[in-house]
């Protein structure tokens, strides 16, 4: 079984910064992708930033410029820096990992969501 912890999160005023990290534990052979989503109130959710094994990244356009996510693939522990925090940055976010394997013999991938954390940024 694989999970992922979040921690970071909290209250910031806006043009602050937080950052983000998840970790994975349980038994992982491999996880091809780990990323960030985050779901405001009566939004829907949506990635905020990706990042690949190795290290090929996306974002959301909203974010590009300000958040920047990396990756230890030692650690199975992906960040997410966000700095120049907006208002409209509000939401819980999640930590996502795809393309997990937990087994070297078993081709088999997995997606793993945190529980989310929830970051506030006041005006």
């Known amino acids: 079984q694989v999970q992922l912890v979040e921690s970071g999160g909290g209250l910031v005023q806006a043009g602050g910064s937080l950052r983000l990290a998840c970790a994975a534990s349980g038994s992982i052979f491999s996880i091809a992708t780990m990323g960030w989503y985050r779901q405001a109130p009566g939004k829907q959710r949506e990635l905020v930033a990706r990042i690949s094994s190795g290290g090929s990244t996306n974002y959301a356009d909203s974010v590009k410029g300000r958040f920047t996510i990396s990756r230890d693939n030692a650690k199975n522990t992906v960040y997410l820096q966000m700095n120049s925090l907006l208002p409209e940055d509000t939401a819980v976010y999640y930590c996502?990992?795809?393309?997990?394997?937990?087994?070297?013999?078993?081709?088999?991938?997995?997606?793993?969501w945190g529980q989310g954390t929830l970051v506030t940024v006041s005006s």
């Open positions: 996502n990992a795809g393309g997990v394997r937990t087994s070297i013999v078993i081709v088999r991938y997995l997606e793993v």
